[in-house]
């Protein structure tokens, strides 16, 4: 099935630990982009990368760090700096960035701090 | 910020057409109309776009008003399972292609 998928589903995170949430798409997609969303809000974009070895910062890049050595990888790792780290983390892709591409999203992985 | 405003919260009878209402007076002629919704604790998933047609999936239609400062997203038939979070997205030029989501409508199908 083609698709995205992200791993954890839960993770759990001790005081001043970097986690590393995965990514992986197999639709031949070239953008991917990470999103947080906080109870009972929208999401908001972290990071997004629109071709392999390249990536741009979001709104809220701060505390967070990503790499895209594959196309079809895009992990996002939650640094020790980012000091409320605990949200819904949604990982999307789109085949390109037109401005009519469409988006589609992963499971989600919830990550809460220890 | 999200340049839509949407109802906090709607009802609608299972069996019944859902009829999901959204504002978007300061669209610009080159954005897109996208709807999303969220179920509890899962991803969103896409359910329709357009510009300024008129259109229809599987999932829902869309109806945008002439002026383009207002849509219509249709359930034509609600079932329970169609109780989520529905979002009304305009498509945002700034950092590519970010998907900006406001607080969206909460729907409830009721038996």
């Known amino acids: 099935d083609g698709g995205i998928t992200q791993s954890p589903k839960y993770l759990f995170r001790k005081e001043g630990q970097n986690v590393t949430l995965s990514c992986e798409q197999n639709l031949n997609h070239d953008a991917m982009y990470w999103y947080r969303q906080d109870p009972g809000q929208g999401l908001r974009l972290i990071y997004y990368?629109?071709?392999?070895?390249?990536?741009q910062k979001g709104d809220i890049a701060e505390g967070y760090s990503v790499s895209r050595e594959k196309k079809e990888s895009f992990p996002l790792t939650v640094t020790s700096a980012q000091k409320n780290p605990t949200a819904f983390y949604l990982c999307a892709s789109s085949v390109g960035t037109r401005i009519q591409e469409t988006q589609y999203f992963g499971p989600g992985t919830r990550l809460l701090v220890l | 910020d999200a340049k839509t405003t949407q109802p906090p919260s709607m009802d609608c009878a299972e069996g019944r057409a859902a009829n999901l209402p959204c504002n978007h007076s300061?669209?610009?002629?080159?954005?897109?109309v996208y709807w999303y919704r969220q179920i509890h604790s899962q991803g969103p998933q896409y359910i329709i776009h357009?510009?300024?047609n008129n259109e229809t999936n599987e999932m829902a239609s869309l109806i945008i008003t002439e002026d383009r400062k207002s849509s219509t997203l249709i359930l034509p038939h609600a079932t329970l399972r169609d109780t989520a979070v529905y979002y009304c997205i305009v498509r945002a030029l700034e950092y590519g292609n970010k998907l900006v989501f406001g607080a969206g409508t909460i729907l409830r199908v009721k038996s």
């Open positions: 300061t669209i610009s002629g080159n954005e897109y």
């Open positions: 990368s629109q071709i392999v070895n390249d990536f």
């Open positions: 357009g510009l300024k």
